[in-house]
């Protein structure tokens, strides 16, 4: 049953009060038509309570905009959305030219973090999924008894000849009344030789949701930084400043005390009384990356469950810490991202 404008409301108390479900929320599809983000395929969702994103199926059914009664709650980059036939994968310059951010950024499926060689090919910053279209792409809108179901689905797949053959299953599912999007993943290998398990969600907060009056939460575990630089960085990598020019990014790797199968991390903002969540499985999602970027412009946290570190497929590889993929075999991932508007929300993730 939808909660919607302070009331529990059923199926029937709703239809017998409008035409068509637009009236109150539900997802449109549509395709952009300006600038570099000219031909990207977009689906606007709506839940009725405030709640609104856009997915981009011409970028791997990635996540853009978002707000939260009419406050953004992801972070868009000064490149603005690019279409994916701009993409060229040329090192760190391929990807960020095309980074957008929004709400979600997928990383991978061979490569999450920065650009190497393995076994003398070059993998570009995170990898091309996030620039690739998807196919197969569906909107189903429905009842389910008194909840009103939104759903939107399709296949990415990263395959080349003589090279890999992954395939990425994406479901991304909310509902009349939720203030949260659920993604569920199957990563396939459907190729005939073993491929290492490389994904990562590139969820990405901002303005004005990060400022000074925000602080981070986890459900608990051990904090890494990820390089010499970060390590001063420790002890206030839950606390955030105004934008500083010159601010030299810090990453930090979290290592979280999961309950039932899952962990959290979440911003709340105590003088706006708002925050936003990532709540994630950690079979195979064991990390999660904080990427602390406080620069002018460039103002930015995010909160990124990964399969493994950062340091490029070829380190990922030599201390065996990806799982392998058989040829043949799936694996399955989920992350849900949501809001919420006071503190004692944080127990619900």
């Not at 969820?203 to 930084?225: D, M, Q």
């Amino acid at each position: 049953m939808a909660t919607l404008y302070g009331n529990d409301i059923s199926r029937d108390h709703l239809t017998r009060r409008i035409g068509h479900i637009s009236q109150v929320g539900g997802a449109r599809a549509y395709e952009l038509t300006s600038g570099q983000a000219t031909g990207t395929k977009a689906i606007d969702v709506r839940t009725g309570t405030g709640f609104e994103f856009t997915v981009l199926p011409g970028r791997g059914l990635d996540i853009a905009w978002a707000t939260y009664k009419g406050v953004p709650i992801g972070y868009i980059s000064k490149s603005g959305v690019v279409a994916a036939n701009r993409f060229t994968e040329d090192g760190a310059l391929g990807f960020l030219r095309n980074f957008h951010a929004g709400l979600l950024t997928t990383a991978g499926l061979s490569n999450i973090g920065v650009p190497c060689v393995d076994a003398g090919e070059a993998y570009g910053l995170h990898g091309r999924v996030s620039n690739t279209p998807a196919e197969d792409v569906g909107i189903h809108q429905d009842w389910h008894g008194d909840d009103f179901v939104i759903t939107i689905g399709g296949v990415v797949r990263q395959a080349r000849i003589f090279g890999e053959c992954l395939v990425l299953r994406r479901e991304i599912s909310t509902k009349l009344g939720a203030n949260r999007l659920i993604i569920k993943d199957t990563v396939e290998n459907a190729g005939f030789r073993s491929e290492p398990s490389l994904l990562l969600y590139h969820c990405n907060f901002g303005y004005p949701i990060v400022g000074p009056a925000t602080r981070l939460f986890t459900s608990g575990g051990k904090v890494e930084a990820r390089d010499a630089s970060a390590v001063p960085g420790i002890p206030t990598h839950d606390r955030f400043q105004e934008p500083t020019r010159g601010y030299n990014e810090q990453c930090f790797y979290h290592h979280p005390d999961a309950k039932h199968g899952y962990a959290h991390a979440a911003l709340f903002n105590v003088e706006l009384q708002l925050g936003a969540y990532v709540k994630y499985r950690t079979d195979t999602l064991p990390f999660l990356v904080e990427w602390k970027m406080m620069g002018e412009q460039e103002y930015v946290v995010g909160l990124e469950p990964t399969t493994a570190r950062l340091e490029g497929r070829n380190d990922v590889l030599a201390r065996h810490e990806a799982r392998m993929i058989e040829p043949g075999e799936r694996l399955s991932f989920e992350v849900e991202i949501g809001v919420f508007e006071n503190i004692e929300g944080l127990d619900k993730p």
